[in-house]
């Protein structure tokens, strides 16, 4: 079945450095990609999505990079602060059926 | 402006106990309804969608079911609990298929 694979599971970076989760995906006609923030004991919220016919997408300091011919996918985060201490998860959406990845725990070092 | 109802949001069960959980969605019509479990530190399962009224896919075979008895209303069923039921019960929606997906609180669900 449709798969979304997400590495790493943890991440650890010092304040104001940048942090990349990359994902990718199986199932070939997945056409939206977003990704989501949880933080603990809260349903996750969208911080940026992309869809199948754009490559790029950045909004402040978060920007998304697709790479429909490879299915992949990756989250960048710069000049990281503490508060962006969570748990990011991707996500690939075929028909309304949305599979997400195994998440990242992302922790910023002061 | 819509928002998503989900309870209750903590729940401790003992095995083989029935279960109910309800998802309500306000402010918008025929919704993408969808109901997921995470495991302690884990990731998002999803377990069932719905893109209309009597409309169920399962994702996961298990115990559980799920019903969609309105349009803007999602239920996850299971007649005899299982220890490894336990976990984060998260219900979602979306307005099409390549929109935002909005989650509700969650439910706590411990089977003892």
């Known amino acids: 079945g449709e798969n979304v694979e997400q590495h790493p599971s943890t991440l650890s970076v010092q304040e104001g450095d940048s942090a990349v989760i990359k994902c990718t995906y199986s199932d070939s006609a997945s056409n939206y990609f977003p990704w989501y923030k949880q933080e603990l004991g809260k349903g996750p919220q969208l911080i940026i999505d992309?869809?199948?016919?754009?490559g790029e997408k950045k909004d402040q300091r978060i920007a998304v990079t697709l790479n429909k011919t490879a299915k992949h996918f990756s989250l960048h985060i710069t000049e990281t602060q503490p508060e962006d201490s969570a748990v990011y998860f991707c996500?690939?959406?075929?028909?309304?059926?949305?599979?997400f990845g195994s998440g990242t725990r992302l922790s910023i070092r002061p | 402006s819509q928002t998503i109802h989900q309870w209750p949001a903590t729940l401790v069960q003992p095995v083989g106990s029935p279960l109910s959980l309800e998802c309500t969605v306000e402010g918008t019509s025929n919704p993408n309804l969808y109901w997921y479990r995470q495991a302690a530190g884990r990731g998002l399962q999803l377990l069932f969608y719905s893109v209309g009224i009597g409309q169920i896919s399962s994702e996961v075979p298990q115990n559980l079911s799920a019903s969609r008895p309105q349009d803007r209303q999602f239920i996850l069923s299971s007649k005899k609990l299982l220890l490894s039921d336990s976990g984060f019960y998260l219900c979602?929606?979306?307005?099409?298929?390549?929109?935002?997906?909005?989650f509700g609180q969650g439910t706590r669900l411990t089977v003892v």
């Open positions: 996500a690939a959406v075929s028909a309304s059926k949305i599979i």
């Open positions: 992309i869809r199948s016919n754009v």
């Open positions: 979602a929606w979306s307005v099409d298929s390549v929109g935002e997906a909005f």
